[in-house]
């Protein structure tokens, strides 16, 4: 029994790493349950044992990010590590991830995928804003022990921190995939700790 779930366990990992790829390549227009299938190599019923469906699949591949996104701010921050360390291993950690998985950045910065579904638009609001409230606490951090300008808006730069993975993730895209995202997201992370650094 426990053989035949971890089975079931990697089969639905190869799925949504199909759909990710198809995302990718294609945009939402190429996730179809057909090409799915012959990415992995099974038959459209086989990926129906797995997945109810196209939206099931877009739900786990949120689910995905979720957790992806959990691990990395928990995983970032060692206890004895500088308030600037902690975002700069969170940066680069999300770039790495939106890297390893090149339809992510489609899903999370596009509506293309979830207009018209309410229920993933909340799921993703509140993927986000709680992202944004762990990087608001380092920020917090930074100021208290005086890394960080005691001016500095919160708010707005946590925002500019999404934004600049944001803009790195829609260049990549843009450009094919032709550049290193986390070679330009190390250039931009340094202007990003001169913007927020105590004077």
Not at 1 to 15: D, G, L
Not at 144 to 156: H, P, R, T, V, Y
Not at 176 to 182: D, E, I, M, T
Request: a positive charge.
């Amino acid at each position: 029994m426990k053989n035949c779930k971890e089975k079931t366990v990697v089969r639905q990992a190869q799925i949504i790493d199909a759909a990710l790829d198809a995302i990718a390549k294609d945009g939402f227009k190429g996730l179809t349950i057909a090409s799915i299938a012959k990415k992995v190599g099974i038959t459209n019923s086989n990926v129906y044992r797995h997945f109810s469906g196209r939206e099931a699949i877009i739900d786990a591949i949120v689910s995905e990010v979720e957790i992806s996104l959990k691990k990395i701010t928990s995983e970032a921050c060692n206890k004895n590590d500088l308030p600037s360390r902690c975002l700069q291993n969170i940066f680069l950690k999300h770039i790495e991830f939106l890297e390893m998985h090149k339809g992510i950045p489609r899903v999370i910065f596009s509506d293309e995928m979830y207009s018209g579904n309410e229920e993933i638009i909340m799921r993703l609001r509140g993927i986000v804003k709680q992202y944004i409230g762990e990087i608001k606490k380092v920020l917090k951090k930074g100021i208290m022990e005086k890394e960080f300008d005691s001016g500095l808006d919160i708010d707005a730069a946590a925002m500019t921190f999404m934004g600049f993975i944001q803009s790195t993730a829609l260049q990549w895209i843009l450009f094919r995939y032709s550049f290193s995202p986390k070679k330009r997201g190390e250039k931009i992370w340094k202007i990003y700790l001169r913007g927020i650094r105590a004077r």
